[in-house]
């Protein structure tokens, strides 16, 4: 869960490792370049040739600044990439970049867009900051289950418009923190369109309330990823039972696992309790995932 108690156990964590805070590592990687940083960089750099561009997509409500990356030839699966609560930044298009070389057409959006450009955070910004904590969440709080919905409806769209998507084939999500219930959105929204789901450290997928992430499941025709952070699973341990019934009741193929030792961010290699093998890992299961699920017809 993208919260105060997440970002306490990250202080904590790296307090007993005396290792570098979110704002330290974001200087340096602003100093030396994220790429040099993130291992799974050279991966990406041994794939496929990769087109990318800063693009524009029309939604009902405006144009969204988002990333578009995708293999220099061909056409493949789409993907759209929702960012955690730091929105669109260099990490998340490297990110983008890496699933592009894998043979992806990849989205990466700015889900703030109806209030500013992306980035909206300085590279470095803290949740442990105030300013930066009230930025946060006030531009989380512009957001909704029905912008979610009809933005996901937008970049299907783009995404099948594009020369480069083959719509012969399934359309992909991933999404880290808060970007895990937009993918459940995502899936719900255009059920004839996406046939992946990944959601990484996603906070609120199961809750209390009518407009649950989970509820909608049966409106869904997907494979879905859900990788869980210890953390996020000692606050709500029952959510992965759920989930897991839930899924199983409608007979959608579904790897819901809590990763052992992971702090909620574990996977963006910008954030502070980034884990290497762990995220690798996850990685490994997203690709997995995506080879089997939008080889599909469409």
Request: with cysteine; charged share 20%.
């Amino acid at each position: 869960m993208c919260d105060e108690k997440a970002f306490a156990d990250h202080d904590a964590f790296l307090g007993a490792r005396g290792e570098l805070s979110r704002r330290e590592f974001g200087v340096l990687s602003a100093g030396v370049g994220l790429s040099l940083l993130w291992p799974g960089f050279a991966a990406a750099e041994a794939g496929a040739p990769v087109v990318d561009a800063e693009v524009l997509v029309p939604t009902p409500d405006g144009e969204a600044d988002c990333y578009f990356v995708h293999p220099a030839s061909g056409k493949h699966p789409g993907v759209i990439l929702w960012p955690d609560a730091f929105g669109l930044r260099s990490a998340m298009r490297q990110m983008g970049k890496r699933l592009a070389s894998a043979g992806h057409s990849v989205l990466v959006v700015n889900p703030y867009y109806r209030k500013t450009k992306a980035p909206f955070l300085p590279e470095g910004a803290s949740f442990a900051d105030p300013e930066t904590r009230e930025k946060i969440m006030a531009m989380m709080g512009t957001l909704s289950p029905a912008t979610h919905a009809s933005d996901a409806r937008a970049f299907v769209d783009h995404l099948d418009a594009q020369p480069s998507v083959d719509r012969s084939r399934k359309i992909g999500t991933l999404g880290y923190c808060m970007g895990g219930p937009i993918t459940f959105r995502t899936a719900a929204a255009r059920p004839d369109r996406v046939g992946a789901v990944a959601s990484f450290h996603g906070g609120g997928l199961v809750t209390g309330k009518e407009d649950s992430p989970h509820r909608l499941i049966p409106g869904m025709k997907a494979s879905f990823l859900v990788a869980i952070a210890a953390n996020d699973d000692e606050q709500e341990p029952e959510a992965k039972n759920v989930l897991r019934a839930a899924f199983a009741k409608q007979g959608l193929a579904a790897e819901v696992e809590v990763y052992a030792g992971a702090l909620h961010g574990w996977c963006p290699p910008d954030m502070p309790v980034y884990d290497e093998a762990k995220a690798e890992q996850a990685w490994s299961r997203l690709l997995v995932l995506f080879e089997r699920a939008l080889a599909k017809s469409a």
